[in-house]
């Protein structure tokens, strides 16, 4: 390994250009020297290209295609073309402002500071950096993997609770993410889930691992920064224009994969229409790629010809954050039938946006969302027809769910957020210490 460099930052990004771009900028301004790798999902050229701004940076920039989908794959590939022994993974929609060289652990000052997770590749290399504790925003290889004391952030266990989806046919991941697992489980100082239900998943799981339950602990969503930002009254107008959206539209804000059960939703329009005679639009985004996506997405489309509801569908692909804030709060109502929990972020996407929710009664979900959405069995076209036509037809009960939403949008704040976020640090010291 060439260890010229102290530092190599690594930017797992998915057809997100302009928020990488900024990304990068706000790194060109750190000090210190570091190189960065973009690894990029989606092989996009237009990205390699772009990065030619950063020819002959103090920083240099490296593109590296890896077309295998998910964060294992491109966190893995980053870390065997580092030229650096010490790792950091950065978030390709973050703008870093603070010292990059310092973690919590390593520089306390480093505790306000987001979008950063330092990792290590050799152990002979964190040992020289004085590092107390790792912190992992996911799962990995590398954070199932290492010696050193560490917190490792699972947002779901889901290829344990539905083993059947074909999300985890590739032969080897289901293995893999459960090898990783159990090796947390057993290794790890803490687990954070992100739900008491999250947290009870894991328990039951790997109870049998070693995990036990004082090395559990829960960090609540919180709404996401983009959202926050702006004023949505001001972006309703604008993305109205950019992307000629109908005057009143459902929105489903998911990519392509058969747990996410688009057809379900576009059978259920084909039933309120010809039921009901009502004809909603139905706006849709996120990524139709390759492999099972592309496939989930032509089934998709496939089903709304079958059904008779393909010239309601907007399809937008893959939209920036810049947009996305704008298009909840311009939808009638945002509809989630995914069969995955135990929490999902699109839901306070929409609460933050005062866009009314119909989501997905599971285990998790419920207790998330508690009387701030309405809930349909997300295998049901018929639940699912019934309740989009209650609230599509009712503006009344629309606005009751948003009044409620905004109550329940309370238990979900940064400053929540942060404080059990510092929690789960102190503890995580203080077993590392122990």
Known sequence: MNESWPLSVLIPTYRRLDSLMRTLDSLQ??????????????????????????????????????????????????????????????????????????????????????????????????????????????????????????????????????????????????????????????????????????????????????????????????VPGYLRKRPLEHETARVRETFSLPERFLFYPANFLPHKNHAVLIEAMGVMRMR?????????????????????????????????????????????????GGIFSAADVMVMPSSFGPTNLPILEAWEAECPVVTSDLRGIREMCGDAALLVDPGSVDDLCETLRALWTDADARAALVGRANIRLQEFSPSRLRDALFRVFEEGKRRATD
């Open 29 to 222: 301004a750190q000090e210190g020297s570091f190189e960065i790798i973009v690894v990029d999902n989606a092989a996009d050229e237009n990205v390699r290209d772009a990065l030619g701004r950063f020819t002959g940076a103090r920083n240099p920039v490296r593109w590296i295609p890896e077309p295998r989908l998910g964060l294992l794959y491109t966190r893995s590939s980053g870390a065997m073309h580092a030229r650096s022994a010490l790792l950091a993974y950065v978030d390709d929609d973050v703008t870093i402002r603070r010292a990059l060289q310092t973690a919590y652990g390593v520089r306390r000052e480093a505790r306000r500071a987001s979008g950063l997770a330092i990792d290590h590749h050799a152990t002979r290399s964190i040992r020289a950096h004085d590092v107390d504790l790792l912190f992992f925003p996911s799962v990995s290889r590398l954070a199932a993997s290492t010696p050193f004391p560490s917190i490792i952030a699972v947002h779901d266990i889901q290829h344990r609770l539905q083993p059947h989806l074909p999300e985890y046919a590739p032969p080897g991941l289901w293995d893999e993410l459960e090898n990783i697992l159990r090796r947390a489980a057993s290794g790890s100082a803490l687990l954070v889930a992100e739900s008491e239900t999250g947290r009870e998943d894991l328990l039951e799981a790997y109870s049998e691992h070693g995990l036990t339950s004082d090395r559990v602990m829960v960090v609540p969503y919180a």
């Open 276 to 324: 009901y005679q009502l004809r909603p639009s139905l706006v849709l985004v996120g990524d139709r790629g390759a492999g099972l996506r592309a496939r989930t997405f032509a089934n998709v489309m496939e089903t709304a010809r079958r059904v008779g509801v393909v010239d309601q569908i907007r399809y937008l692909g893959f939209v920036d954050d810049d947009d996305l």
